[in-house]
């Protein structure tokens, strides 16, 4: 069975600094890899997908990279800034989206 | 163009009740799918359609979950009988087909608490 573990749970920063999310799935028969962020009370915003032929994928300040063999994930956030502030979610995708649970970020000024 | 929208955007209902949730998916996006987010627990995956059918049920909680989609665009999940373990927020997705291939785009979701 698919599992999909997130870590840090919660990450708090000062503005300003580089960030690294980590996600980890225990099966590596996946189609693709994708990363959500999560606004309080919103629905999810997609950030990134990457194809699991794939190594990475950029978009502005975020980067992600997958690694299928191993069953890993980061989403790296440069300059992190508050407005960054939210849960952000990876998922693999079988037949459906398999979510981890998450890391809630905060950044300060 | 419009995204995913959902209907209502918050429900609150009465224990036994049952409620109708709605999602409208892209235009042109033939794969549509069903999540639910609980308080303390993750996203799951609830159902799934590829145009009018559903070829994956597996994630519906009881007999009392239902699904239907028509004109391969609106769907509507249905919750019968709701109980207080049903509150939670419903969010719908649609993708281009075939689905492993794109990005779920996700509505903003209904909010339902059973009182």
């Known amino acids: 069975k698919q599992e999909v573990t997130q870590i840090p749970a919660a990450l708090s920063v000062p503005e300003g600094e580089n960030l690294v999310l980590n996600c980890s799935f225990t099966d590596s028969a996946i189609y693709n890899l994708q990363w959500f962020r999560q606004d309080p009370g919103k629905g999810l915003t997609s950030l990134l997908l990457?194809?699991?032929?794939?190594r990475e994928q950029t978009s502005g300040r975020l980067n992600a990279s997958l690694d299928k063999s191993s069953g890993r994930s980061t989403l790296y956030i440069a300059a992190s800034q508050p407005g960054d502030s939210a849960t952000y979610l990876c998922?693999?995708?079988?037949?459906?989206?398999?979510f981890g649970t998450g890391t809630r970020l905060q950044v300060f000024p | 163009g419009a995204g995913v929208s959902q209907s209502p955007s918050n429900k609150v209902t009465e224990k036994g009740k049952d409620v109708e949730l709605r999602c409208d998916p892209i235009s042109g996006h033939t794969a549509l799918y069903w999540y639910r987010q609980s308080l303390g627990q993750g996203l799951e995956f609830l159902i799934y359609?590829?145009?009018?059918?559903?070829?994956?049920k597996s994630g519906l909680p009881s007999d009392r979950f239902s699904a239907e989609r028509t004109g391969g665009s609106v769907s509507t999940l249905t919750i019968q009988r709701t109980q207080q373990e049903d509150s939670a927020v419903y969010l719908c997705?649609?993708?281009?087909?075939?689905?492993?291939?794109?990005?779920?785009?996700f509505g903003p979701g209904t909010r339902l608490t059973v009182t």
């Open positions: 997705a649609s993708s281009l087909n075939p689905p492993a291939a794109y990005e779920q785009y």
């Open positions: 359609f590829q145009g009018n059918s559903a070829p994956d």
């Open positions: 998922a693999v995708m079988t037949d459906k989206l398999i």
């Open positions: 990457i194809q699991s032929s794939q």
